[in-house]
Nanobody, 115 residues
Framework: QERLVESGGGLVQPGGSLRLSCAASRTTFRLFVMAWYRRGPGNERELVAAITSGGSPSYADSVKGRFTISRDNAKNTVDLQMNSLKPEDTAAYYC?????????WGQGTQVTVSS
Protein backbone atom coordinates (compact mmCIF):
# COMPACT_ATOMS: atom_id res chain seq x y z
CA GLN A 1 0.00 0.00 0.00
CA GLU A 2 1.49 3.27 -1.12
CA ARG A 3 1.55 5.87 1.62
CA LEU A 4 2.34 9.52 1.97
CA VAL A 5 2.68 10.81 5.52
CA GLU A 6 2.81 14.53 6.25
CA SER A 7 4.23 16.17 9.34
CA GLY A 8 5.20 19.61 10.58
CA GLY A 9 1.92 21.48 10.75
CA GLY A 10 0.88 23.58 13.71
CA LEU A 11 0.01 27.02 15.00
CA VAL A 12 2.24 29.94 14.09
CA GLN A 13 1.97 33.71 14.35
CA PRO A 14 1.77 35.89 11.26
CA GLY A 15 5.22 36.41 9.83
CA GLY A 16 6.45 33.14 11.23
CA SER A 17 7.75 30.01 9.53
CA LEU A 18 6.90 26.35 9.36
CA ARG A 19 8.41 23.44 7.51
CA LEU A 20 6.17 20.64 6.28
CA SER A 21 7.57 17.26 5.38
CA CYS A 22 6.08 14.39 3.41
CA ALA A 23 7.53 10.91 3.60
CA ALA A 24 6.73 8.44 0.81
CA SER A 25 6.64 4.71 1.34
CA ARG A 26 8.00 3.61 -2.02
CA THR A 27 11.31 4.36 -3.66
CA THR A 28 9.51 4.69 -7.01
CA PHE A 29 8.07 7.98 -5.77
CA ARG A 30 11.33 9.46 -6.99
CA LEU A 31 9.79 9.14 -10.47
CA PHE A 32 6.65 11.05 -9.47
CA VAL A 33 5.84 14.72 -9.57
CA MET A 34 5.40 15.66 -5.93
CA ALA A 35 3.20 18.52 -4.84
CA TRP A 36 1.59 20.28 -1.92
CA TYR A 37 -2.05 21.28 -2.02
CA ARG A 38 -4.11 23.08 0.55
CA ARG A 39 -7.75 23.60 1.41
CA GLY A 40 -8.67 26.52 3.60
CA PRO A 41 -11.98 27.09 5.40
CA GLY A 42 -14.72 27.35 2.80
CA ASN A 43 -12.23 27.20 -0.07
CA GLU A 44 -11.54 24.86 -2.91
CA ARG A 45 -8.43 22.75 -2.84
CA GLU A 46 -5.59 24.62 -4.50
CA LEU A 47 -2.15 23.68 -5.73
CA VAL A 48 0.50 25.41 -3.64
CA ALA A 49 3.74 24.08 -5.09
CA ALA A 50 5.02 21.19 -7.18
CA ILE A 51 8.38 19.71 -8.01
CA THR A 52 9.26 17.39 -10.87
CA SER A 53 11.28 14.22 -10.52
CA GLY A 54 14.23 16.23 -11.81
CA GLY A 55 13.81 18.89 -9.16
CA SER A 56 12.17 21.73 -11.08
CA PRO A 57 9.79 23.66 -8.79
CA SER A 58 6.69 25.67 -9.53
CA TYR A 59 4.53 27.78 -7.23
CA ALA A 60 1.14 29.37 -6.94
CA ASP A 61 1.33 33.14 -7.29
CA SER A 62 0.06 33.54 -3.75
CA VAL A 63 3.12 31.84 -2.25
CA LYS A 64 5.92 32.82 -4.63
CA GLY A 65 8.88 34.25 -2.79
CA ARG A 66 7.64 32.91 0.55
CA PHE A 67 7.44 29.13 0.12
CA THR A 68 10.11 26.74 -1.12
CA ILE A 69 9.49 23.15 -2.17
CA SER A 70 12.33 20.64 -2.19
CA ARG A 71 12.76 16.90 -2.45
CA ASP A 72 15.30 14.32 -1.41
CA ASN A 73 14.91 11.29 -3.67
CA ALA A 74 17.37 9.27 -1.60
CA LYS A 75 15.12 9.68 1.44
CA ASN A 76 11.79 9.68 -0.45
CA THR A 77 10.81 12.97 1.12
CA VAL A 78 9.45 16.27 -0.10
CA ASP A 79 9.44 19.36 2.07
CA LEU A 80 7.67 22.70 1.98
CA GLN A 81 9.44 25.54 3.74
CA MET A 82 6.91 28.27 4.49
CA ASN A 83 8.15 31.70 5.49
CA SER A 84 6.39 35.01 6.11
CA LEU A 85 3.19 33.18 6.83
CA LYS A 86 -0.09 35.06 6.59
CA PRO A 87 -3.49 34.30 8.13
CA GLU A 88 -4.77 33.44 4.65
CA ASP A 89 -2.26 30.56 4.55
CA THR A 90 -4.36 28.82 7.18
CA ALA A 91 -5.44 25.51 5.69
CA ALA A 92 -5.08 21.78 5.72
CA TYR A 93 -2.03 20.96 3.62
CA TYR A 94 -1.87 17.75 1.63
CA CYS A 95 1.04 15.98 0.00
CA UNK A 96 0.39 14.56 -3.46
CA UNK A 97 2.31 12.22 -5.73
CA UNK A 98 1.38 11.98 -9.38
CA UNK A 99 2.65 10.04 -12.35
CA UNK A 100 0.36 9.68 -15.30
CA UNK A 101 -2.82 7.96 -14.14
CA UNK A 102 -1.38 7.23 -10.71
CA UNK A 103 -2.02 9.69 -7.91
CA UNK A 104 -1.67 9.35 -4.16
CA TRP A 105 -2.59 11.63 -1.29
CA GLY A 106 -1.47 12.02 2.26
CA GLN A 107 -3.87 12.45 5.15
CA GLY A 108 -3.14 16.15 5.54
CA THR A 109 -1.62 18.36 8.20
CA GLN A 110 -3.20 21.51 9.61
CA VAL A 111 -1.46 24.86 9.44
CA THR A 112 -3.00 27.72 11.40
CA VAL A 113 -1.60 31.24 11.17
CA SER A 114 -3.00 33.40 13.92
CA SER A 115 -1.93 35.83 16.59
Amino acid sequence: QERLVESGGGLVQPGGSLRLSCAASRTTFRLFVMAWYRRGPGNERELVAAITSGGSPSYADSVKGRFTISRDNAKNTVDLQMNSLKPEDTAAYYCNANRGSLTFWGQGTQVTVSS
